[in-house]
């Protein structure tokens, strides 16, 4: 029996819900596999069995209990830094040991919202006008507000985190705006105000080709889709969205793209802002929540899929059509 590592935790403010992603993965996933959850975070990692913890050898990729054991396969579930970003892909690939998730090269820049949306950007894919900062950055409140226009969202740029993120309405707000985003990153994106329905899409791999689940629509009650109103239960996810067929088709065969482009691998989700019927990109994530409160979870079910053959189609498509 092959054993499978979850990788989940971090380093990153979304440590707990990677847990729950990990669990839910864990829960369902197929049992001719062996799985164990391996704990990232930076006092050290640990593979857990059975409410037990043993550490596991970064150099090897093992863990002890009786003797070594190897894992043969990987699920990266870290949301953020060190997973997210595709730290933990490029030791695996040092490794030559396979996992089911997107490469290096492909979560780096999905992970960092500016340089992924100016890649998209030069494949005509609609995206917000947006500038970058970094802490060296001289920056003129007024010459920001000429070019963007309030309102503006600032985002750290390089963080996978819902933290940090703030809506600025007037110019006094932005000082405050722009500290609580390097906070959580050692960039920031600012970006100008996209005024729509946002939407969001989950694509996967089959065996028969790409497969764009149903659309989500969230109604956030917060300002935007913010920590609270993403897991604390402020906004309402309505799937399936309650867009036309036209529009639904158009936001599933973009994701579709965009997952072809960057060479996407498993589940990925795009969201999109929907202005005047037109899908403008706001952030691709490759390693979406997997909690049973999480969006994909819902789009599965909307769809009739079983989490257990989403993770079983999954392991056949990326690994054991590949790698046996």
């Not at 049992?31 to 043993?54: C, H, P, R």
């Not at 899929?305 to 989403?310: E, G, L």
């Amino acid at each position: 029996m092959k054993v499978i590592g979850i990788f989940c935790g971090g380093f990153s403010s979304e440590f707990e819900i990677s847990l729950k992603s990990a669990q839910t993965i864990q829960d369902h996933f197929p049992k001719n596999y062996q799985t164990v959850k391996i704990t990232v975070s930076k006092t050290g990692w640990n593979a857990l069995i059975d409410g037990q913890e043993y550490p596991f050898d970064l150099n090897t990729m093992t863990f002890s209990r009786v003797h070594p054991i190897r894992i043969d396969l990987a699920i990266v579930y870290v949301h953020g830094d060190p997973g997210e970003n595709g730290k933990i892909q490029a030791l695996l690939d040092l490794h030559e040991i396979p996992y089911l998730n997107s490469g290096n090269l492909a979560s780096a820049l999905s992970f960092d919202k500016w340089y992924c949306n100016q890649f998209l950007k030069g494949f005509g894919i609609p995206v917000a006008k947006s500038l970058v900062l970094s802490h060296a950055t001289q920056y003129s409140t007024s010459d920001i507000i000429e070019s963007l226009v309030l309102p503006v969202f600032v985002k750290p740029s390089d963080s996978g985190s819902s933290y940090g993120i703030s809506k600025v309405k007037t110019a006094d707000e932005l000082p405050a705006a722009l500290e609580s985003a390097f906070k959580e990153g050692k960039t920031v994106v600012i970006e100008s105000f996209l005024d729509g329905v946002e939407v969001t899409c989950g694509v996967y791999r089959r065996e028969n080709g790409l497969f764009a689940l149903p659309l989500t629509e969230i109604a956030s009650e917060n300002e935007f889709f913010d920590y609270e109103a993403k897991y604390l239960g402020k906004s309402s996810e309505i799937t399936p969205a309650r867009v036309s067929e036209e529009i639904r088709e158009k936001v599933q065969q973009r994701a579709k793209y965009i997952y072809e482009l960057m060479n996407l691998k498993s589940v990925a989700r795009i969201d999109f802002m929907l202005v005047n019927n037109e899908p403008y990109v706001i952030e691709v994530n490759t390693t979406p929540g997997f909690s049973p409160a999480s969006i994909v979870p819902q789009m599965l079910a909307c769809a009739g899929i079983s989490i257990h053959d989403f993770w079983q189609e999954i392991v056949q498509v990326e690994f054991e059509n590949t790698f046996n």
